[in-house]
T-cell receptor
Framework: EADIYQTPRYLVIGTGKKITLECSQT?????MYWYQQDPGMELHLIHY???????EKGDLSSESTVSRIRTEHFPLTLESARPSHTSQYLC??????????FGPGTRLTVT | TQLLEQSPQFLSIQEGENLTVYCNSS?????LQWYRQEPGEGPVLLVT?????EVKKLKRLTFQFGDARKDSSLHITAAQTGDTGLYLC?????????????FGKGTLLTVNP
C-alpha cells in the first residue's frame, strides 16, 4: 500500500492567484516526481528530485516551481495561476527498479 | 528521446471477452511497468517486468516483456466491468539509473456489462 498523499484533491481558483500543491510520502524515498496529466492522456514529467535540496526540471516545460527541504515533502507552487494551468497534477515517489508509487492527484481548475 | 507507443488507444468490449493491448518502442528498457488508472485517481502499479521474454500472471492478467526488451503486451482473459480504466505502460531507462520513467499515452479500456 502506497503512503503518498496529496492535498488538496480538488482546487478551483481564479487567474493570478498563487497556489501550492502539497505532496508527502512516509516511505523515506529519496526520489520524488511531479507529473501533469490531462484527462485520459499521457503523463508529462514536470519536476523531479533525487533528495533534499535537489530539484530538476522535467521533460515538459512548466511555469511551476518545486522545493525539497525535507525528504518526505515535495510541494509544487504556481506563482500566478492561469487557465492554461488547468490539469491534473500527480506526485510520485520511487520504490526501486523504476517502480513509482503515485498519489491520488490534485485536479486544478483555473477560472 | 525514448518513446513508447501504446495500441489501441481506445478499446470497448463486452464483459467476458478477451483482449490484448500493446506497448512498443524502438528503444531498449531495463524494466517495464504497467499501471492502471481510474478517473480522478493516480496510476496504480500492476506489474514490473525486467527480463527479456519474461511472462508474469496476475489473476486474469498476463504480462509479457519482449525478448529484446523493447516491447510488452498485456492480455486480459474474460474481462470484467471492474477492469475498466486507463492502462499505462512505462519504461525505465536502459543503462541502469531508472530514475525517470517514459510513459506511453495509454489504452482506455471500457468493459460493458
Amino acid at each position: 500500500e502506497a503512503d503518498i498523499y496529496q492535498t488538496p484533491r480538488y482546487l478551483v481558483i481564479g487567474t493570478g492567484k498563487k497556489i501550492t500543491l502539497e505532496c508527502s510520502q512516509t516511505m523515506g524515498h529519496d526520489k520524488m516526481y511531479w507529473y501533469q496529466q490531462d484527462p485520459g492522456m499521457e503523463l508529462h514529467l514536470i519536476h523531479y528530485s533525487y533528495g533534499v535540496n535537489s530539484t530538476e526540471k522535467g521533460d515538459l516545460s512548466s511555469e511551476s516551481t518545486v522545493s525539497r527541504i525535507r525528504t518526505e515533502h515535495f510541494p509544487l507552487t504556481l506563482e500566478s495561476a492561469r487557465p492554461s494551468h488547468t490539469s491534473q497534477y500527480l506526485c510520485a515517489s520511487w520504490r526501486g527498479e523504476g517502480e513509482q508509487y503515485f498519489g491520488p492527484g490534485t485536479r486544478l481548475t483555473v477560472t | 528521446t525514448q518513446l513508447l507507443e501504446q495500441s489501441p488507444q481506445f478499446l470497448s468490449i463486452q464483459e467476458g471477452e478477451n483482449l490484448t493491448v500493446y506497448c512498443n518502442s524502438s528503444s531498449v528498457f531495463s524494466s517495464l511497468q504497467w499501471y492502471r488508472q481510474e478517473p480522478g485517481e493516480g496510476p496504480v502499479l500492476l506489474v514490473t517486468v525486467v527480463t527479456g521474454g519474461e511472462v508474469k500472471k496476475l489473476k486474469r492478467l498476463t504480462f509479457q516483456f519482449g525478448d529484446a526488451r523493447k516491447d510488452s503486451s498485456l492480455h486480459i482473459t474474460a474481462a470484467q466491468t471492474g477492469d475498466t480504466g486507463l492502462y499505462l505502460c512505462a519504461g525505465g531507462s536502459s543503462g541502469g539509473s531508472n530514475y525517470k520513467l517514459t510513459f506511453g499515452k495509454g489504452t482506455l479500456l471500457t468493459v460493458n456489462p
